[in-house]
C-alpha cells in the first residue's frame, strides 16, 4: 500500500511558476513509476508527466514538454513537478499517481495503482 500527498498548489500570474511535490509511504518508493496528471473543470484527466524508478525514462505531454521538468529523489520517497511559463489553460486540479512498471507499455500507458488527492493550480490571466 503506498499513500501519497501532494502538495506545492495554488494561485500564480501568467508567466509564474510552482513547484508541486508528492511525498509517498512505504519503503519501495524506487520501484514504481510516478505520474502527474491534471483535471480541468469539464475535461478529462490527462496525464502530464512521467517517471521510472531509477529516473532515467521520463515523459512529457506535448502541452508541458519544455515548460515543466518531473524528477524524483527516492531517498526522500518525493516525486516533483517544477512548473514553469504557467498559462491559464494549465490551471487544473494536479494528481500524482504511483504503479508498478508494466513491462513494454510506454510511461503515458502505464497503470497506476494509488493516487494522491490533488492540488489545485490556478493560473490568472
Known amino acids: 500500500q503506498v499513500q501519497l500527498v501532494e502538495s506545492g498548489g495554488g494561485l500564480v500570474q501568467t508567466g509564474g511558476s510552482l513547484r508541486l511535490s508528492c511525498a509517498a509511504s512505504g519503503r519501495t518508493f524506487s520501484r514504481y513509476v510516478m505520474g502527474w496528471f491534471r483535471q480541468a473543470p469539464g475535461k478529462e484527466r490527462e496525464v502530464v508527466a512521467a517517471?521510472?524508478?531509477?529516473?532515467?525514462?521520463?515523459y512529457y505531454a506535448d502541452s508541458v514538454n519544455g515548460r515543466f521538468t518531473i524528477s524524483r529523489v527516492n531517498a526522500k520517497n518525493t516525486v516533483y513537478l517544477q512548473m514553469s511559463s504557467l498559462k491559464p489553460e494549465d490551471t487544473a486540479l494536479y494528481y500524482c499517481?504511483?504503479?508498478?512498471?508494466?513491462?513494454?507499455?510506454?510511461?503515458?500507458?502505464?497503470?497506476?495503482?494509488?493516487w494522491g488527492q490533488g492540488t489545485q493550480v490556478t493560473v490568472s490571466s
Open positions: 517517471i521510472n524508478g531509477s529516473g532515467n525514462r521520463i
Open positions: 499517481a504511483a504503479g508498478e512498471s508494466a513491462a513494454g507499455r510506454a510511461l503515458y500507458q502505464n497503470p497506476y495503482d494509488y
